[in-house]
């Protein structure tokens, strides 16, 4: 059966970093792109970026670049986003999603959980 | 950034009856439009793809047309599973994908 299974829920203050992840399972890791999905509180989604995990090629939407991080483990199957520095408007919950299809035309098609992060002091 | 406007915000429709939802793109998304489904508490799900395609286990009540920039989705005979909130996806602009902001398709 093909699984994202992502970390558990994060409460942190303004300024800690933090690094989430996102286990596949049930398919072939590598060869599929993993994304990131932002939705804050009562709000739409929003999508981060995404990363190969066979040769680490990882792309971010602009509204995100610089923000975070992706990254991806692929001897564990798992991925990673994280934070160097959180802010309160990082408070979301964060979904990876596996994406098929070919680099620049890629569709999220199974999806993790979601990852529930608070950020206040 | 391509910018995606849905419409109604909110749709009230009875079980049975039919539900057509819109989305808007602000340029051309070709076929790269896809519709997912979200409950509360929950990950979205994929519907459709590629405008018109069901993804895997999806009931037939459930399609999708258009072209170019106007999409939509249309419920034939709702369920009361149906009712949640839905959003459309374009997945044309590489890496600056997008979604709408969502309908949410309520009991009447």
């Known amino acids: 059966e093909l699984q994202l299974v992502q970390s558990g829920v994060e409460v942190k203050k303004p300024g800690e970093s933090l690094r989430i992840s996102c286990k596949g399972s049930?398919?072939?890791?590598?060869?599929?792109?993993i994304g990131w999905v932002r939705q804050m509180p009562g709000k739409g989604l929003e999508w981060v970026g995404i990363?190969?995990?066979?040769?680490?090629?990882?792309r971010y939407s602009p509204s995100f670049q610089g923000q975070v991080t992706i990254s991806a483990d692929k001897s564990i199957s798992t991925a990673y986003l994280q934070w160097s520095s959180l802010k309160a408007s990082d408070t979301a919950t964060y979904y990876c999603?596996?994406?098929?299809?070919?680099?620049?035309?890629?569709?999220?098609?199974?999806w993790g959980q979601g990852t529930l992060i608070t950020v206040s002091s | 950034e391509i910018v995606l406007t849905q419409s109604p915000a909110t749709l009230s429709v009875s079980p049975g009856d039919r539900a057509t939802l819109s989305c808007r793109a602000s340029?051309?998304?070709?076929?790269?439009l896809a519709w997912y489904q979200q409950k509360p508490g929950q990950a979205p799900r994929l519907l459709i793809y590629?405008?018109?395609s069901r993804a895997t286990g999806i009931p037939a009540r459930f399609s999708g047309s258009g072209s170019g920039t106007a999409f939509t989705l249309t419920i034939s005979s709702l369920q009361s599973e149906d009712f949640a909130v839905y959003f459309c996806?374009?997945?044309?602009?590489?890496?600056?994908?997008?979604f709408g902001q969502g309908t949410k398709l309520e009991i009447k």
């Open positions: 996806h374009q997945y044309d602009n590489w890496p600056q994908y997008t």
């Open positions: 340029q051309s998304v070709g076929g790269n």
């Open positions: 590629g405008v018109s």
């Open positions: 049930g398919y072939d890791f590598t060869n599929y792109w």
């Open positions: 990363i190969y995990p066979g040769d680490s090629d990882t």
């Open positions: 999603a596996r994406h098929v299809g070919m680099r620049g035309v890629v569709l999220a098609d199974y």
